[in-house]
């Protein structure tokens, strides 16, 4: 903390009931084991298995009523779980709720404010529950909350002057303002324009410079940009958690290769291939493109061309290795759940 900002007087708290039983484990911001809940018969999210490394972004990724929310409300203590524990840096989630929420930033799906107040005035009021001091030293840290946002020329205004994107920036500030070692931001690009949502994702990144970053969203495009790890959760149950990276990489190697022509022989040549475990045909009106699979890389490379134009009726027109996006893998696993 900044000299000048002190903290009011509160009782200390330690990790409680939780034993994290390797180095990998206590290095994570969060940690949930078989974490659920149920609102009568209705199970809203089933033993949940999270875990988020530290001054990481990650995303929480999934359709209406995927679990996404409920999580986030039984991270912050705001609902209790039916079933399984976890801790937010180091701390029970359910004993220690009161600390835990010290070091955490909340930004809700909507956030709403008292218009008639300027967006410096919000900052201050929701930095004085953090700490004590003078009030020039809570001004600083507002106004570089107000810099970081790009705010500062509007920083006097009343607040229901602001476009959806500038209430939107002002929401991650107050979560932000009093320098949380963990941000959860609830749906922060939704219902923005393009040049919004490229801001706040803009935010994203400089905010991982001092914490952890947790969002949910169901815009597939801003996970794949900006997260380190993503889970995927549907109708109350995780279906996959890995890095970003890790995801993109799909079920191995593909190529396409776009033919003209009759293809028949080529895709017997093909199929016949040590190194060709599938090949997908895809029908368009006057060209066919096969979805190669292949182990070998480089033969698939200099091979497949010149494979599919040995019978000499057939002409390339396309030729490549296919690129994941995160939809199509999102798909997958959703649609086979």
Partial sequence: METGLTPPNVASSHVQDVKLSTREIARTAVYTEGLGKSFGSVKALESLNLRVPEKSIFGLLGPNGAGKTTTIKLLLGLIKPTSGKGTLLGQDIEKSSVAVRRRTGYLAQNPSYYTYMTAREILLFKLRFYYGGERKDLEKRVQESLEMVELEDKADRPIRGF??????????????????????????????????????????EKLRQHSTVIYSTHILNDVQHISDTVAILNRGKLLAQAPIAELLKGSGIVYNIT?????????????????????????????????????????????????????????????????VELEDIFMEIVGGA
């Fill in 259 to 323: 033919l003209k022509g009759n293809y028949q022989s080529a895709y017997e040549r093909m199929k016949s291939l040590s190194w060709v475990t599938g090949i997908n045909v895809v029908q368009g009106d006057s060209r066919t493109t096969f979805e190669v699979s292949v182990t070998d890389e480089g033969r698939a490379e200099e091979e497949l061309p010149k494979l599919a134009l040995l019978s000499g009726d057939v002409s390339v027109t396309e030729f490549g290795k296919k690129h």
């Fill in 163 to 204: 476009s959806g994107g500038e209430r939107q920036r002002l929401g991650i500030a107050q979560a932000e303002v009093h320098r949380p070692d963990l941000l959860i931001l609830d749906e922060p690009a939704a219902n923005l324009d393009p040049m919004g949502r490229h801001e706040v994702l803009n935010l994203m």
